[in-house]
């Protein structure tokens, strides 16, 4: 989820050598990249390129482990408050994505602030194990944390539940 320009899916395509389907989802254009299964031009927030993303899904029968990775990052509009605010709320809808495809694994890219403990707690509702991870490399300012969610509580769940779907209006 919000992969452009592509570096995690890059990442993750060469650590899966060639075992898994690639899905870049992004509401920027992205130009072709090599052995990404499909790149899919869609704001994530919308149906539509939820059910997108579930047709690539079907039409390449991934049956097996999902992982749902999320990067997303609004239109920076300088403050500080708001940008933090919409961030943590596209990884709720990201959260709500790995929810709807029963995905075993969710991990999200957050910067720290007030509604990261709430954004933990729905993702603890959905998940037995959730880790928190803050990369050496990340400067102290900006605060850079992965949450690393397995052992989705929906597992054994077949069907697309759209209930889980955190959609803008
Ligand atoms: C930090 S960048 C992601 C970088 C990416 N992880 C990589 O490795 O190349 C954040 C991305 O979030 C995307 N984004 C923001 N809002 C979005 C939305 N509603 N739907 C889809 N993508 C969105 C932006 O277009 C941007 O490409």
Request: hydrophobic share 40%; with cysteine.
């Amino acid at each position: 989820m919000c992969g452009a320009p592509g570096g995690f899916s890059q990442i993750a395509r060469d650590q899966t050598k060639g075992k898994a389907r690639i899905f870049l989802v992004d509401i920027a254009r992205v130009k072709a990249i090599p052995n990404i299964t499909e790149i899919i031009k869609g704001d994530i927030t919308k149906l539509s390129t939820v059910l997108q993303l579930q047709r690539s899904i079907e039409k390449y029968r991934v049956n097996n482990e999902i992982i749902v990775l999320a990067d997303c990052s609004p239109n920076v509009s300088g403050h500080w408050a708001t940008d933090h605010a919409r961030q943590v709320w596209l990884a709720e809808v990201a959260l709500g994505i790995s929810n709807y495809f029963s995905a075993e694994k969710f991990i999200t890219k957050v910067f720290e602030g007030e509604y990261l403990l709430e954004l933990l707690q729905k993702i603890k509702a959905s998940y037995n194990n959730v880790k928190i991870y803050k990369p050496a490399t990340s400067r102290k300012e900006s605060a850079e944390t992965y949450i690393i969610a397995t052992e989705s509580k929906n597992r054994n769940k077949e069907e697309y539940n759209q209930d889980y779907l955190v959609l803008d209006e």
